[in-house]
Structure formats: structure tokens, C-alpha cells
């Protein structure tokens, strides 16, 4: 099993469409991340968290630390919203960044 | 501000080659940090540097790949005698402090195939 579970791996949304990406993980973490990779390659950081609850425009991160998950939700999405999903966790105080397989996520006009 | 920059963009090498990939983090970042990702495959990590501190090098995947950071600041990742499976996406990021409390920022990647 995979310490990192993303779902679901692929997601197809109408525009407009409230949108969520799920991950659960099952070691202990110090941060949470979600990052966005468009096609073409380049990975951009969305939120770094590790409590509560962060927004940033249309897009939403939670966690529940006790439960070990964390949701990130997208209002109104948009075709230029479609790229793949990733979540990342950060196990301790080092770098090692352990990787979601990740969602694809594609928003059709 | 300047991102994150990698050279080369593309790296086509035979295979039992040598090849160096380099990383120029943001400046005034202290932590750096090296990725791979393979066709059809998630994200793994290889190698992070926290200040002058040793490397955490537990995601090197053999003893063909190290790396090294220079002044704090430019990373070279140098991968010796080539596999094909070495063929990947490599991926830089830097962080303005310790990995737990600061924000990843990425480069745009290399992508090595070995033929």
C-alpha cells in the first residue's frame, strides 16, 4: 500500500463544477502539500499546510490531522483548471517529500 | 524575482555515459532539493541540502547518482554510467528554510533519455 493515496486518479468536471481531490496518508507528517502540474512539465506549489484550513482564490485545502487526509477543493471550475493534482507529505524535518500518484484533472468548456 | 533554473532543459545521452544536471535554487534560499520523475510514475524524491548541514541522500537510488551543492547556493546532480531507466524528468526545488515550515519552489526540470 501506498503511503501517499490520491483519488480519484482521474477526474472529468463541466466548468463550472465544484471539484474535489482527496488524499489520505498513513505516516506521521510535519507538512502537507499540493502542488499543480500542468501538461508541459512545470510543478507549481498551491498550499503547504499541516492544520486547519487554507484558501487561495478558487482553491480550498483542508486537513484532519487525526484522521490523516486532506481534501482540495476547486470552486467554479475552469478549463485552464486541468492539469494533474499532486499531494505531497513531509514525513519529518527533512526534505523527503513522499508523493501522491496523483489526479488528472480535465474541465471541459 | 528569478525562479528556479535548471540546465539543460533536454539531455539525450547513450547509455554508460556520465551526465551532470545543474540547479540554480532562488537566491538567498537555503534548502535544495532534487526530484525524479519517471514516465507513467509519481514523484520521487532523491536528495535534499539544509544549509551548510549534511545532505539527506536516502532517495539516491544508487550509488551511480550523487550529488553535491556548491557555496550554498548551485546544485549538480551527476548520474555515472547510464541506464535506461535513468531516463526521467529530474526536478529541482528550493525552499527558503527547513523543509517543515517553508514552501517548495520548483524548476522547470530536465529531461535526460538514455538510449
Known amino acids: 500500500k501506498n503511503e501517499v493515496e490520491q483519488s480519484p486518479q482521474n477526474l472529468t468536471a463541466q466548468e463550472g463544477e465544484f471539484i474535489t481531490i482527496n488524499c489520505s496518508y498513513s505516516v506521521g507528517i510535519s507538512a502537507l502539500h499540493w502542488l499543480q502540474q500542468h501538461p508541459g512539465g512545470g510543478i507549481v506549489s498551491l498550499f503547504m499546510?499541516?492544520?486547519g484550513k487554507k484558501k487561495h482564490g478558487r482553491l480550498i485545502a483542508t486537513i484532519n490531522i487525526q484522521e490523516k487526509h486532506s481534501s482540495l477543493h476547486i470552486t467554479a471550475s475552469h478549463p485552464r483548471d486541468s492539469a494533474v493534482y499532486i499531494c505531497?507529505?513531509?514525513?519529518?524535518?527533512?526534505?523527503?517529500?513522499?508523493f501522491g500518484k496523483g489526479t488528472k484533472l480535465s474541465v471541459k468548456p | 524575482g528569478a525562479g528556479v533554473s535548471q540546465s539543460p532543459s533536454n539531455k539525450v545521452t547513450e547509455k554508460g555515459k556520465d551526465v551532470e544536471l545543474r540547479c540554480d535554487p532562488i537566491s538567498g534560499h537555503t534548502a535544495l532539493y532534487w526530484y525524479r520523475q519517471s514516465l507513467g510514475q509519481g514523484l520521487e524524491f532523491l536528495i535534499y541540502?539544509?544549509?551548510?548541514?549534511?545532505?539527506?541522500k536516502s532517495g539516491l537510488p544508487s550509488d551511480r547518482f550523487s550529488a553535491e551543492r556548491t557555496g550554498g547556493s548551485v546544485s549538480t546532480l551527476t548520474i555515472q554510467r547510464t541506464q535506461q531507466e535513468d531516463s526521467a524528468v529530474y526536478l529541482c526545488a528550493s525552499s527558503l528554510g527547513l523543509a517543515r515550515n517553508n514552501e517548495q519552489f520548483f524548476g522547470p526540470g530536465t529531461r535526460l533519455t538514455v538510449l
Open positions: 541540502f539544509q544549509g551548510n548541514s549534511a545532505p539527506d
Open positions: 505531497a507529505v513531509l514525513g519529518g524535518s527533512q526534505g523527503n517529500l513522499i
Open positions: 499546510l499541516s492544520s
